[in-house]
Each structure stands twice: as C-alpha cells, then as structure tokens.
C-alpha cells in the first residue's frame, strides 16, 4: 500500500468511526481525528474542546487505535 493510499484509508477509517452510532467509538473517532488529521492542538488542547478529562483522552485513544489497527488487519 502506498503512503497515499494508506492515508486515504487512515482518514475514512477515523471518519466513519466518527460517525459510529456508539458514543464511545465515537468519541475515539473524534479525539484521532482532532489530533492526528487535523492536527488541531495538543493532547491537553483536544481533550479541553472535546470537553473530557485527560484520562478518558487517554482510554478512548487507546480504544480507537485498536479499533483502527483491527479493521486494517482484517
């Protein structure tokens, strides 16, 4: 895969979990969208404008990273 053709993957990966029906998934959609497409600020600057604690930042990123990397290996 090119590098290209795995961002194109990364960023409709991100936004459809995003828009994922479950708040949680959601979130983690969110938070990986903010601060890794967007680049919208810090850890610290994404949790405040998402309106969550410095440690829900933390468990909902690790939830969408293993969301993301689960999809790309299956």
């Known amino acids: 895969m090119t590098a290209p053709a795995l961002r194109a993957w990364l960023v409709g ?3 459809t979990l995003a828009a994922n029906p479950v708040a949680v998934d959601a979130e983690a959609g969110r ?11 810090t850890r ?7 309106h969550i604690s410095r440690a829900t930042y ?14 790309h290996a299956g």
């Open 13 to 15: 990966a991100v936004d």
């Open 31 to 41: 938070i990986l969208r903010a601060y890794y497409v967007d680049r919208s600020g």
């Open 44 to 50: 610290w600057q994404v949790a405040r404008s998402l």
């Open 58 to 71: 933390f468990r909902h990123l690790r939830r969408g990273m293993v969301t993301l990397a689960a999809r």
